[in-house]
Each structure stands twice: as C-alpha cells, then as structure tokens.
C-alpha cells in the first residue's frame, strides 16, 4: 500500500484507464487543489450518498469495480431523478487497511466507465484511513425540475426500467443460490439518466425507485398531496428477473417487484398528452393520481408484502 | 433511536435552532426531494473532506457539537483557500448504533452554528448505519482563484490564523495533561473565510494548513514551481498556544508550529504591493517565494521535525 498522494494518483490514473476524465470544460480545474472549480450556468442539482460495506455491498459478493459502478450510479439516479444531467461529481473513500492498491484501481476503474458512460467528471476527492469501506459521492448536474411535489390529480404515471431484479438478486444470494460478483442490477445499477433528461421537459414529478417501488411512490403521493395507483400488472420487469424467479410463488416475486429496492428505475407523474413521447423514450405507463393520499397496488397477490426495502437490514 | 426519516427530520430541527438554513435565495430546493437545486451565477468551488472516528476525532476528546463543527469548518477552510464564498454544503453520515439521537441534534448544532456563521445552506443529505461514525462533508462555493499553483518568484508569504495550537492541545489529550472536550482549535477551528475573501482580491495563490504548514507550503513550491522560504520567527502562534506550551523545550514547540497540522490557517503568496491590505485584513507576512523548488523555514531551533502530521496515526 503506498502513501496518500501516491494513492490519490493512482486512482485518478486507473479512473482515467477507464475513460473517466477529471476536467473538462464545465470543470476548468480539477482534483488537486484546496477545492475544484465547476462552470455551468443556470441551476445545478447537488445529490449526495454513500455505499458502505455490509450496508449496502459485501466485498464477498461485489467485484471492486462493482462497487465504485454502484457508488456513482445511484447519485447518478438521483440527478436523473430531477431530470438533471450530470456534469461532475465528487468521490470520499473511507479505505480499510486490507484494502490494496489492486482492489482500488478496480474500483476506479469501475467508477471511471460509469463515468465516461454519462458524462461526469471526477472533480475531487479525499482519501481517508477508516475500519470499513465506504464510498461517498456529491454529483452535480445541470438543470432538474421534476420535483417529488409535482404531481397533479389527473396525471398519469410511468416508469422508466424494470423492477424487482436487485431484491430477487439479492434473495438469492442471501440464500446461497446465486453465484457471488455475477453481473445484474443489483451491482451494476444503470441510472436511467437519458429518460430522465426527457421527463425533464414532458414531466413536472420524478422520482427513483431506491427504497422501493410502494415505498417511494409514498413519497410523491406525501410531498404532492395526491394518491397515486399502481396497475401491479403492467410494471415492468427483466427477462433475467424472470428467469431469477422462475417457481417462486407469486407473493414472493410481486414482493420483489413493488417493495424490493435498488433497482433504480425513474418514476414519473406526468400529464396524458406526454404518453407518447414518454413511450417512444422507453417509460411505460404504470398507474395514476388521484385526489385522496397514500399509494395503491391494485391486482397484487394475496399476501404480497409492501413494506419497505431495508438494505441488508 | 427513531426511524430514518424521524432521524433526519430530527436532525434538521436541531440545525435550525441553531441558526442554520436549509434554503435561501440561492438554494430555492433544500433537502427532501431526490437532489437540491443552487443556483449561483459564475463559477462555484466544490470540496469534499470526512471526519471519521478515531481517525479525525475521538468520542472521547470531542463533545458531539464539536464533531459536527469541524466536520464543516474543514471544508468551508477549503472554501477559504480558494478565495471563495460559501453558500452551500451536503453531508453524508454513517451512524453507528449506539449513536442517539440526543447526541444526533448536539453534532447537528454544532454544525449549524458554524453554518450560520458562514452563510452556508444545508442543501441535502444522507444517512447510514455503519459501524464508525463519520461525517462526510460536500461544501460549494461561489467563485475561487486562489489556485495552488498561482506562486511567483518575488511574491511574499503572508497567512491569516496562527499556527501549532491544535497539535500542542492533541499532544496534551494523548498524553492526558489536557481535560476531554475542551474549547480551541483542534475541535473548534475557525475557518479564515473572510480572510479567503480578501486574499481572493489580492492574491493568486492560497492554501489551508491541515497537514502542517511546511507540508502545505510544499504543495505550493511543487504546484507553483518555487521554492517558498519561511521566517519561523513570524510565523504567529494564539496566546493559547503560548500557555499550553509553556515550558516545554524550543523544538517540540516549533515542531508544532511547522508540522502540526488542522490549525486551518490560511497561506497566501501575492505581490510586495499587497502587504499593506492584506495586514489590515489580518494577514501575517511570514516569508517570500523564490527561484528553486521546495520549502526552507529559517531560524528553526536544532532538532525541530518538520515531517508532516498524520491526525492520529
């Protein structure tokens, strides 16, 4: 394991490796000073949150460069969440000492592909010693205004990318079944940046989907004043959650599909003229508003469990 | 200890009472939705730095407002640095189980304090289980030019803040001849924003010192290409420095003055022209920048260390 700076350098490089980039022109400077310098003009979305070991990851079943995918991604949800697009973030490492310089580089590497896939640049960073591995990122993006508060009695609801992949995923390897760092959703999250980026102009309510589909869409229902129904039939699911959950029971899997987490997609409440342009974007129309408050899951099976996702706990 | 959403709810009533915001003019989406929205016209400054258990801070010497103080005083210190004006900071925290949530509103009223001190808005965070307590930190800036690199042969050496208390009072708490919990700057640092905010006029060049003041000025002959010559007898020290340290021997004493780090001054290089201002505004001068590369500090008692501080390792 070598010094601090030495470190500092070697994760930039591996990033770089990778096709992440560290400066550009919405970044004038980058990583190496007290702070970054970050031009954009009109309102940026600020986003932070962190992924820390045996929370949100186990090093037994991410790859490093999953974990640094994962750490980017879901601040890179958030962003498209609010319909922003992601110019620059910044990266806090909590690093265990039996993390080596390997280990490092395949996280940066895997947080450099995410990177250069959207578009954000690494503007900065810091490098601490802890007892357990963390990653905390700050994203910044340009523009935003799909708002939790925005939806309207009347509006129709969508959602961009499927549901119940990462909990089934996770079920399994929880119950041993599934073989650990296998590539899917629950380490490899895509943040539905682009459908984010036209929701912007088609909607006024996003939301992503980390916590849960019920759970989160609770969220809209409170900060929006409204009720919002769910069709269970028509929410979207992969084909590799299919096969992941192929003779389970039906509770069991429309559990992972409304209260199962981390899968990321982007829900939003938008008005009936945009059902088109949103489809031809890839949403699919999942519910409604209504007056009234709190979230309906209609056509669920019986005992279906709604509540919430809890991570590892 | 009460639910995530309690918690954070919780914590953001304790902030307040304290002074701080989590919205204003140039924050118009504080915390709640999937990211915050600023809107600052022209370049902003992002840092990011983490205060982590028993790295940074210790339960035990620090009280818990203490803990979320610094937390935020060492990024608006960054801020400083770079000459720039706060406006608003996202902080990520893991929590460990026997944190409470009395504990929880005392660190988020020390931040707060300083917050309102400062002018910077919470604009959103993140909460976490983990097993050691850490506050990460985003904070953003309004403008920024004093850059690392910004050093010219015949600038002189000026800083605002003095030097050597916070290591003199961490050597007192490791060697038990200070109480726990105490007022000063190792859990209190003063950021030198307004001093930043001048220097931003007057200046090119700036740094914090964190790491030790000979350290940090390295950075500033290696980015600048200089060499940075220092006048250890200029270089101020606080009348609490003075008592701590009273009779102990001259290069224990010095060593805390040039290696000891997280005083948090502010080191500025700028033009002879300058002096006059920047000493009505606070600033010390302490020394000059020449042809050459590295750090020389004169008139250093025989034996002083000049090796770099490493918080607690």
């Known amino acids: 394991v070598s010094g601090e700076f030495e470190r500092i350098d070697g994760f930039l490089r591996a990033f770089r490796e990778a ?16 702070a970054a310098l970050v031009s954009v003009s009109g309102p940026l979305a600020v986003t932070t949150d962190a992924v820390i070991e045996d929370v949100h990851f186990r090093r037994a079943w991410a790859t490093p460069g999953q974990i640094g995918h994962k750490a980017l991604a879901v601040n890179l949800s958030d962003l498209a969440a609010m319909g922003a697009r992601p110019v620059a973030f910044t990266c806090a490492l909590g690093l265990p000492g039996d993390v080596d310089d390997a280990f490092l580089h395949e996280l940066a590497r895997g947080m450099g592909r995410v990177a250069s896939r959207h578009g954000a640049v690494l503007a900065g960073g810091n490098f601490s010693r802890a007892r357990e591995l963390s990653v905390t990122i700050t994203a910044l993006g340009r523009g935003g205004g799909l708002r939790r508060d925005g939806a309207r009695v009347g509006d129709r609801l969508f959602v961009a990318g499927t549901l119940g992949e990462a909990a089934a995923e996770l079920a399994g390897l929880v119950a041993g079944r599934l073989p650990a760092r296998g590539a899917g959703t629950l380490h490899e999250p895509v943040p539905q940046v682009e459908a984010g980026l036209v929701a912007a102009r088609l909607a006024r309510c996003g939301i992503d989907v980390s916590d849960g589909l019920a759970q989160d869409a609770g969220h809209v229902a409170a900060a929006s004043g409204v009720r919002v129904l769910i069709d269970f039939a028509r929410v979207p699911r992969s084909a590799r959650f299919e096969a992941l959950t192929a003779g389970m029971d039906a509770a069991t899997r429309a559990g992972f599909v409304v209260a199962g987490g981390e899968d ?30 709190g979230v309906e899951v209609r056509g669920l099976p019986p005992g279906t469990r709604l509540a919430g996702h809890d991570h590892f706990g």
């Open 264 to 293: 990321y997609a982007l829900v939003v409440a938008a008005e009936a003229f945009a059902a088109g342009p949103l489809g031809e974007a890839g949403f699919v129309e999942i519910g409604w508003i209504e007056r009234g408050s």
């Open 19 to 34: 096709g992440g980039v560290s400066s550009g022109p919405e970044v004038p400077l980058g990583p190496g000073d007290d």
